[in-house]
């Protein structure tokens, strides 16, 4: 029998919250909110590798945008990281700023 990081039972819940705004300067028509997360855990017999991976984004018209997300997922958890970013488009281009 092989069981899998589901068949363990162990659950891992993240939350993540980010705000951007923008103030002064060129004027921003939407912003684009995104989460990078990743779980690294036990995989069979070969040592530490992805079980869990979501790159949520939400985009909003105007200057201000704040997003939170959560969930959980099952496995046997190393380590995990989360990423956020905030992309703002203005009439001349975009520009992101990465946590």
């Given at each position: 029998?092989?069981?899998?990081?589901?068949?363990?039972?162990?659950t891992?819940?993240?939350?993540?919250?980010?705000t951007s705004?923008?103030?002064?300067?060129?004027a921003v028509?939407?912003?684009?909110?995104?989460?990078?997360v990743r779980g690294?855990?036990?995989v069979?017999?070969?040592?530490?590798?992805?079980?869990?991976s979501?790159?949520?984004?939400?985009?909003?018209?105007?200057?201000?945008?704040?997003?939170?997300?959560?969930?959980?997922y099952?496995?046997?958890?190393v380590?995990?990281?989360?990423?956020?970013?905030?992309?703002f488009?203005?009439?001349?281009?975009?520009?992101?700023?990465?946590?």
């Open positions: 029998m092989t069981l899998n990081n589901a068949d363990l039972g162990i891992h819940s993240w939350n993540a919250s980010i705004s923008r103030t002064g300067g060129a028509s939407k912003i684009k909110n995104c989460f990078s690294y855990g036990l069979g017999t070969s040592g530490v590798g992805l079980i869990y979501t790159d949520p984004c939400e985009t909003k018209a105007g200057s201000y945008h704040a997003m939170s997300k959560n969930a959980s099952s496995g046997v958890l380590y995990s990281t989360i990423q956020s970013s905030g992309t488009y203005t009439a001349g281009g975009s520009f992101t700023l990465t946590s």
